[in-house]
């Protein structure tokens, strides 16, 4: 069964700092797919980031980055340059192959950015 | 193009009530998703659902939960005789195609919350 792991419920970062949110995994496929959602207080879930298993360059999109080391199960959040607007709960989730589709998500992140 | 959408945004019930939650996917999707957000935790798969037919049930309590996409009109997670532990934000999400372990994004509607009183 596939299990993400998120051990940092909170997480503060001073603004225009990077911050790393961490996530481990356990899958026993070879094919998966890695995600992370930020969550506002407003509570919707937005899309942020994407890598696949088979990927060989980190995923990037904007000031995201995945930091995706498959031999340890890691995939990493790295948030450069916080903003204020950062502030939320940021989850990782996944899919492999074999679980139709559907998403298993970590317990999450819980990040501030302070002034 | 709309997004995902689900109605009501807030649902107050009483014990033994029922829920009726709905979900009209994105233009062009088939491919339904719920998932509930207790307090303070992830969200958890319930079903996943394609026009008229039920893929996957894994996640749903085996009593009171059932869902339906049908050919016509929204998609429709209905908890019968509700109790306080059914309080929770519902997601549902919607996909073009059913991604496997590949990139397919799975785009979340803004959730219904359901209140037991």
């Known amino acids: 069964a596939q299990k993400i792991t998120q051990t940092q419920p909170g997480m503060f970062v001073q603004e225009k700092e990077a911050v790393t949110l961490d996530c481990t995994y356990d899958?026993?496929?070879?094919?998966?797919?890695l995600f992370w959602y930020k969550q506002p207080s407003s509570g919707e879930m937005i899309f942020l980031i994407y890598?696949?298993?088979?990927?060989?360059q980190n995923a990037t999109e904007g000031r995201y980055s995945l930091n995706f080391q498959k031999a340890r199960k890691s995939a990493n959040l790295v948030i450069s340059a916080s903003q204020l607007g950062d502030s939320a709960m940021y989850f990782c989730?996944?899919?492999?192959?074999?679980?139709?589709?559907?998403?298993?998500f970590g317990t999450g992140t819980r990040l501030q950015v302070t002034l | 193009n709309a997004g995902v959408m689900q109605n009501p945004r807030h649902l107050v019930r009483r014990r033994g009530q029922e829920a009726r939650l709905r979900c009209s996917p994105m233009?062009?999707?088939?491919?339904v998703y719920w998932y509930r957000q207790l307090p303070e935790e992830g969200l958890k798969f319930m079903v996943y659902?394609?026009?008229?037919?039920?893929?996957?049930e894994s996640g749903m309590p085996k009593e009171r939960f059932s869902a339906e996409f049908p050919k016509e009109g929204p998609s429709i997670l209905r908890i019968q005789q509700v109790v306080r532990g059914d309080s929770a934000a519902y997601f549902c999400?919607?996909?073009?195609?059913?991604?496997?372990?590949?990139?397919?994004?799975?785009?979340f509607g803004p959730g219904t919350r359901l209140t037991v009183l």
């Open positions: 999400a919607s996909s073009p195609i059913s991604g496997g372990a590949s990139y397919n994004e799975q785009f």
């Open positions: 899958t026993s496929d070879q094919s998966y797919g």
């Open positions: 890598q696949g298993s088979y990927d060989e």
């Open positions: 989730a996944m899919r492999d192959a074999g679980t139709a589709s559907k998403l298993t």
């Open positions: 233009k062009g999707h088939s491919h």
């Open positions: 659902l394609q026009k008229e037919n039920i893929i996957d």
